[in-house]
Nanobody
Framework: VQLQASGGGLVQAGDSLRLSCKAS????????MGWFRQAPGKEREFVAT????????DYADFVKGRFSILRENAKNTVDLQMNRLKAEDTAVYYC???????????????????WGRGTLVTVSS
């Protein structure tokens, strides 16, 4: 499977933005999906993950209550709804996939073996 993230852009603090990760060359059904981000000069970090069936989600503490991860297996997409954006959310956002088992979520960047090209989110204060 190949992944492509989209939906980034320039927004103001407090705004909302929805990122989308579209898969091709296969189905995302067997995959645990995740979103990560990398700010300038910083390492890539975990943002959110969702299980194969979409019933289990996990978030980084700094986005809990503001971001939501959703998947539509029939459409081969995984979205990241971002609300109440802050300047510190500015980063390139990446989606990733790893084949997993039912109910599994994965926070560790090292376990993902499929990565899409990122999409830049810039939040002005």
């Amino acid at each position: 499977v190949q992944l492509q993230a989209s939906g980034g852009g320039l927004v103001q603090a407090g705004d909302s933005l929805r990122l989308s990760c579209k898969a091709s060359e296969g189905t995302i059904i067997p995959y645990v999906m995740g979103w990560f981000r990398q700010a300038p000069g910083k390492e890539r970090e975990f943002v959110a993950t969702i299980s194969r069936g979409g019933t289990v989600r996990d978030y980084a503490d700094f986005v809990k209550g503001r971001f939501s991860i959703l998947r539509e297996n029939a459409k081969n997409t995984v979205d990241l709804q971002m609300n109440r954006l802050k300047a510190e959310d500015t980063a390139v956002y990446y989606c990733a996939a790893k084949q997993g088992v039912t109910g599994q979520t994965i926070k560790s960047i090292n376990f993902y073996d499929v990565w899409g090209r990122g999409t830049l989110v810039t939040v002005s204060s």
